[in-house]
């Protein structure tokens, strides 16, 4: 009998040990934090998860191209309200998980603050403002400063890290999460630009995608957004 209940309980184990990972699809902005957290959930919950990453805008077309994706982490909430009517899945599908920070990376003597780009000549690094939303909200600020000096448009801010870290230019409007290492952050009053409220679709219901939602909810997976300069959705 105990051989019996031995057995019963190693298939059950193996059964969940054998889950195939989540594959989560994340906007470039939030892939740090959830690499951050990949180790922690596994040692919590015993399930794992890989990531896809790219911008937001470029995700969200691989999705309605039929992409097997189970979770979409966005940097934006237009995006998942289109996916949520496109593939006509129910509203608790949809949540808002953290609200983004843009900052200001300087390396030119010239710009010590925003308001330094009024009349800067030089060039600026954002992500593309038609496929990432912190290019977008990047744009508009540098619109409302009356920048007219040259946008260097990254893919997605992953690349504009790359090319700051590479001196392509000295300076940058980019994602707080991915500037972590960066010399010459500065931080940005949030009022100074869009909402930059990110969502998540839960594309496919999975007990794997509850468990990791529910991890994002705890005091250690919170903390590690703080760190990585996002603020939470109570803030809005």
């Known amino acids: 009998m105990v051989s019996r ?3 019963c309980w ?15 699809a994340v906007t470039a902005s939030f892939k740090p ?24 805008g470029v995700l969200s077309q691989q999705i309605l191209s039929g992409a097997p ?13 289109q996916l949520l009517k496109a593939l006509g899945l129910p509203d608790d599908r949809v949540q808002t998980y953290a609200l983004g920070t843009l900052v200001l990376v300087t390396q030119d003597p010239a ?11 030089g060039r600026v690094i954002i992500a593309n403002p038609l496929q990432a939303p912190y290019g977008a909200a990047a744009d508009q600020l540098l619109d409302q400063l009356g920048y007219s000096g040259t946008r260097v448009r990254a893919n997605n801010v992953s690349q504009a890290r790359q090319y700051l870290s590479l001196n392509l230019a000295a300076v940058g409007l980019t994602a707080a999460s991915v500037a972590q290492d960066l010399p ?34 705890t005091a250690p997976a919170v ?3 703080r760190d990585f300069g996002y603020r939470e959705p109570a803030q809005l």
């Open 5 to 7: 209940l031995f057995a």
């Open 223 to 225: 903390q590690v957004l």
């Open 33 to 56: 934090v959830l690499e951050a957290l990949s180790e922690p959930f596994t040692q919590a919950s015993g399930r794992s998860f890989r990531l896809v990453s790219a911008s937001t």
């Open 69 to 81: 994706f189970d979770v979409f982490f966005a940097a934006d909430r237009a995006h998942p309200q």
């Open 184 to 217: 010459g952050v500065q931080s940005i009053d949030p009022a100074l630009y869009p909402v930059l409220e990110q969502q998540l679709v839960v594309l496919r219901r999975s007990d794997q995608a509850v468990a990791l939602l529910a991890f994002l909810q």
């Open 111 to 121: 710009v010590k603050s925003l308001a330094d780009l009024r009349d800067y000549p």
């Open 10 to 24: 190693w298939l059950l184990s193996a059964a969940v040990w054998a889950e195939p990972p989540l594959t989560v």
